[in-house]
């Protein structure tokens, strides 16, 4: 038999859904709504008891139930899940309903299939915290202490569920989507960090474009806005702690920035081989048009300083695109507001884009909703395909004092009408993972 | 755009019988054990107290001096894939960074450093649970029981500030784009059992894409922990059988299978552009012929008993490379040894290949190694690899009465010579539903 063509160069990727649940909200247009208008998500925490913590607040989904968006008995069937793959289930039923998938009857199954880019669920800490701490042995070392793990076994034995630490798997999210919406096709899940939901964006359309799948249910979910989380970010000396103002507290690209704003959430997308879609009468809100993929391979915790793997990755995805840094209409930043991201990033933009840096206006909204880690990209995604609708860009709020290292025009504290045709996303994680995505309007 | 072909000129490889690729085919070949009760920390109060150790491991061995001190934020997964990346990267002939440094190889590298890409599949990897107790416990009050305010206020100071990036699945690719300077895609599979195939899998389409000439690519995991070792113990996948018998705990497809062992391990592959292997004059194992995936739409927790999404990847592969059924010369199966599992990949695998399925030599390697989770794939890809390299099937460790209901013919007690031109290697997730399936083929000439 001979080898089937592996390139498929001609299938070109779309969008037809999109759902999220951000701590702005639920759903699409409200979102969008609060964005343009630069609204806050932020607050102090309240998921757990973070008040002694360095930083006491966070961008949080408040009032999540699941059985809203899947319905009481479907929602009883996932009645386990963690809080991230809840997120997931529900942005996926909005993004499935938008794409008009829930009444077609024609679809082969085996030929849909999910790439996420879903963190690992929270831990069930006050059961493994009672654990761990009766399994330390003071006396043990010397009196320096010890893990005695028969009495960790007992214990944990007792009070740790299993289907509570099956659910933590970072795999969990797409494997109850698959049940949800009866898909047989690849299922990958992706977890680079910071990057995940862009990375696994793009992978999504490699595997549509390729002929491996027709359709991909793609985007990130994650909560890390937990003890653990919180601690770890804090230790990292990554978060923001401007406790006493916790509204302004993300500011991307100001001078004043001190850390990024601990987000949760889901995004989720409906990508789709262009033709599939056509024929099936589906609504194609945008194209994936280009997707660059790098690694700094330079430290676990700085970016490159010449910001070599952030250009890379923008270079690539535009060449992928067949565009240049002239088509671009507008750039979804990483921008986390730390010190180190927002300067690095604009010097890539300034490095590739040249003369035309100053020009295209960049912006980021977690200054709006935080930082939602994995889902970050994917969440960011779905504005660029509004923007593009709507030709007009989301603000970069709590932006008051220019920084010199970031000399750019990043849209500040007004959304601002513009004809937008194409958009360039980006997504850094630590260890040096770089992603960037670029969605057009279809023509 | 031609069509790129991608083969393997690389194996590295970190298992509880051996590091290194001859070392583990040796054993194998041997028919050795490297499961016994774990020496790790005491397991004298878990249900299953045997598990695969890798003896004698350890990361400052496989990286350049400079940066050995890092080695102090890897967690062991970290460790088993620096380890895996040095071997792999050595087998292939590449002067990485890590080579040169180490004055292995003289500079400057015999390829482009943006070009080389990383994939590596990991689990959810565990916190140390010896630094994480006596952190927590510096925080309880005067009734012994933990306070979050003191922890908040003071407690987290006793975890080192690095704390988070040494659990981070994406920090086993990340070392090694850093230790080996490999700037191309770095991607994170976290699909438990299922992440090395799909690592390798998508490495496999990167480079047919071309966005990389070469990737290292596999994945690596350590469950023996007393976190991880817990977790699987809750879930009900282990032996308990095991315990005064730890070298026969694991019977994959056997009568008598009753559970799987942990194991610790991992291995990476080096996948490369087929000119670009040519070009360099690189020795090559195989060539990749075909990947496909598929997932479970029934459960996320249970096997499906018919084995369908095991078929749809094993058919979808063989498509994939051109195929049919009766050109499968060797099945290189998972087994992990939970017999409903066993039974399921099977049955999905008969479903897929027909009669072939029992007439062709099938290999289980997890008697011998165990599960070691998101990295026990790579290391079956490895030895596939050798097998075809070989024309050799080491024997399945602990397979002494095959299960007549599964029908595969597992190559038991001595390795068995035997032409083979082309296999296929598959996996499935323990929970998750993910299912992968790849196609190595002898490389024609």
Redesign the interface.
Known sequence: ???????N?DRRVVVTGCGWITPLGDDLDGVWKRLLRGDSGVSPTEL???????TTFSAQVKGFDLRRYLGEEAAARHRDVSRNTGFALAAAQMAWKDAGLDDFAGLD??AV??YLG?G?GPIDFDNF??A??S??D?QAAGGR???D??????E??KR???VR??E?????A???I??Q?????????????CAAST?AIG?AA?LI??G?ADVVISGGTHSMIH??GT???????ALSTRNDSCMTASRPFDRTRDGFVLGEGAGILILEELQHARRRGARCRCEIRGYG?????????DIHEDG??GI?AMR?ALEDAGLTPEDIDYISAHGTGTEENDKIESLAIMQLFGEHARKVPISSIKSMMGHLIAAAGAVELITCILAIRDNILPPTTNYQTPDPNCPLDYVPNQARPARVNACLSNSF?????NDTLIVTRIT | MSTRRVVITGIGLATPIGIGAEAVWKSLLENRSGVRRITAFDPGRFRCQVGGEIEGLSASQYVPKAYRKSTKVMARDIEIAVAAAYEAARDAGLKTRCLIERGEAEGPPNFDPTRLGVNIGAGLICADLTELAGALAASTDESGRFDIRRWGAEGMNNLTPLWLLKFLPNMLSCHVTIVHDAQAPSNTITCSEASSHLAVGEAFRTISRGAADICLCGGAESKLNPMGLMRQQLLGRLTTSGNDRPEVACRPFDVSRDGTVIGEGGGLLVLEDLEHARARGASIYCEVTGFAASCNARSWHEPDPQGRPMTLAVRKALADAGLRPDDVDLIMTFGTGIPEQDASEAAGLRAALGDRAGQVPALAIKGAVGNSGAGSGAIDLCIAAMCLRYQRIPPSRNVTRPDPACGLDLVTGRPREAGIDALVSVAYALNGGQNAALVFQRLEV
């Open positions: 038999m001979a080898r089937p063509d592996r390139t160069g757990f008891d973070a008040s002694t913590f360095p199954r085996t299939g999910i879903g690992e915290v009672a761990a701490v399994a330390w003071r202490g010890d893990l793990t028969r009495r960790w076994a007992e944990a034995e740790l569920n299993a630490e099956l933590q798997d970072p795999n969990m797409a494997g109850h698959a049940c919406f009866g898909v047989e096709g690849p299922s990958f899940n992706t977890l680079t960090a990375q992978e490699c474009r390729r491996d003890p653990f601690t770890g970010f804090n230790r990292l000396t993929s790098t690694a700094d391979a330079f430290r676990i915790t070599r793997g890379a690539l994680g630590f260890g040096g993972q």
